[in-house]
């Protein structure tokens, strides 16, 4: 709300300047990425779904949870690496020079809207693969096996059935890919894109405008709203639920061992671009200049991430378990209130700090007027320029992933446990720390690790909010790539991606737990 209504502040002296020129590039330029990089995820993650879900076919079992692997590399990662591999001195093009081949920079350089758009691509489509063939294989049995037995191809199956029945999924995932499109800096920034939140990093630092910031991140927040309203609009006629509340697992379909090999194929390409050649090629220049950047200024730098991120983390599932048990009930206010707590991670990042920083600056203006009305002598304590800022960016940003995982917890366990707890004279307090937690400690624990690994990726709200001269491993990774150091960045870089890989498999096996 502070920066929605931040558009009917008089404007400052740039702004005339930044609507006559500027924002209208912008605008176009973002919803250009955001619109390509959408419907290019749906294609690479449904077909991946599709595939891993309804055939059966050698090694299905494996490239089922390791397509998920791509979420631990951060596209700004991914950018930088991939970006290098194809400069002129990268690897890519000096193997085709030595076969005698001379690429055309145009169209082999990425530094473009064709090369975001590709690393995007390949870093978010699990975004859209997960939710898909979660979707495909408990919902969409009886649907599939009828078409079957009807007499329909696979190919009619997909476009005929499948696509329309998940449109709710899909329309999900592909959210959650526009979401970390329109809140990425550092691939658009990296790659010379003209976008808004590139346009508020260059009115925040460039003019030191705030206020010019704050009107370019509500049109932003505007735009959004339309769009997703605009969504809801076309489909709200339409019922997606099953007629009965029977299903079953959906049954793969063995295929032939031609096709069979070419969908592992497929799926193999995608793994190694996504994953398995950023890995290798970060590796060896970790290799080369590990001993220059593992210092005892590093390890500060790796403090710093995990004490911000191990606090947010601890915050965020606090308030998770609290607004989680007190929503159960099947109120307005409760269902209101839920909605409220995960409405940060559909806002930019960019967006939430321009908010954060916002609300900071006025508590630090009554907080001196307090200082001085009181009697206070020498200068307070300037919340914005503590890590505290940070922080409370994080919690408002991630709120999202600990809470949902929390909910899912609650809604698994159900009521009757607490209700017979209640009826043999347990109070609520009691209830929940003997009965209900225990009953969602695998829910909470996924939560936590989410978040956490999240926070430790981001980068926007922490070049936004971190305090002078703090360091943190994305922030670290952005000023190597930023001053041309990119073999010094895949030091931190591969730490992050480090953290995210351990996450991944501990997720991969309490799902295997929970399905058991």
Not at 12 to 20: G, L, R, V
Not at 419 to 431: C, F, Q, V
């Amino acid at each position: 709300m502070f920066v929605f209504l931040s558009i009917f502040e008089p404007p400052s002296e740039h702004w005339a300047h930044i609507k006559q020129y500027l924002i209208k590039d912008y605008m176009l330029e973002t919803l250009i990425l955001t619109g390509i990089t959408a419907v290019t995820t749906m294609l690479l993650g449904v077909s991946l779904a599709w595939f891993v879900t309804v055939f059966d076919f050698p090694g299905r079992s494996i490239l089922r949870w390791a397509l998920v692997l791509p979420l631990a590399v951060p596209p700004y990662i991914g950018a930088y690496t991939y970006s290098t591999m194809f400069s002129y001195t990268g690897v890519v093009q000096v193997t085709l020079r030595d076969f005698g081949l001379e690429p055309s920079q145009e169209w082999i350089s990425l530094t473009s809207m064709r090369g975001a758009v590709v690393v995007f691509t390949l870093f978010l489509y699990p975004y859209v693969y997960l939710v898909t063939r979660a979707f495909l294989e408990r919902q969409s049995a009886a649907f599939i096996e009828n078409a079957r037995l009807l007499g329909r191809g696979s190919l009619s199956i997909f476009f005929r059935v499948v696509m329309p029945i998940s449109r709710p999924a899909i329309v999900g995932g592909v959210s959650l890919v526009v979401f970390e499109v329109l809140s990425d800096y550092g691939v658009t920034q990296y790659f010379g894109l003209q976008t808004v939140t590139t346009a508020i990093f260059k009115t925040w630092f460039g003019m030191y405008d705030v206020n010019s910031a704050m009107r370019l991140a509500a049109w932003l927040m505007v735009v959004l709203a339309g769009i997703f309203l605009l969504e809801r609009l076309l489909r709200r006629s339409r019922r997606f639920s099953s007629s009965t509340s029977k299903s079953k697992p959906l049954q793969p379909a063995k295929l032939s061992r031609v096709k069979g090999m070419g969908i592992l194929l497929y799926g193999a390409a995608v793994l190694a671009a996504a994953f398995a050649v950023p890995i290798v090629q970060l590796s060896v220049w970790a290799g080369w200049t590990f001993r220059d950047v593992w210092n005892d200024q590093f390890m500060y730098y790796v403090g710093r991430t995990l004490y911000t991120a191990a606090a947010a983390t601890a915050i965020i599932m606090i308030l998770s378990l609290v607004v989680g048990n007190a929503t159960r009930s099947r109120t307005w206010g409760a269902a209101l209130l839920s909605r409220l707590v995960i409405a940060g991670y559909s806002i930019p990042g960019a967006i939430i700090a321009i908010g954060v920083l916002g609300v900071f600056l006025r508590l630090d203006q009554a907080y001196i007027k307090l200082h001085a009305a009181l009697g206070g002598t020498g200068t307070p304590v300037i919340l914005s320029l503590t890590a505290g800022m940070l922080i409370f960016g994080y919690v408002v940003r991630f709120m999202a992933t600990g809470y949902n995982a929390v909910e899912v917890g609650f809604e698994k366990t159900g009521t009757r446990y607490t209700e017979a707890s209640r009826l043999l004279g347990r109070s609520r307090l009691a209830t929940f720390w003997r009965i209900e937690l225990p009953l969602i400690r695998g829910a909470v624990l996924s939560g936590c690790i989410l978040t956490f690994v999240e926070i430790c990726k981001e980068l926007p709200l922490a070049l936004l909010l971190r305090p002078f001269d703090f360091e943190t491993l994305s922030t670290k990774t952005y000023q190597y790539a930023n001053n041309e150091q990119i073999h010094e960045a895949s030091v931190p870089a591969l730490l992050i991606i480090s953290i995210s890989f351990i996450s991944v498999y501990v997720l991969h096996n309490l799902d295997k737990r929970w399905e058991a």
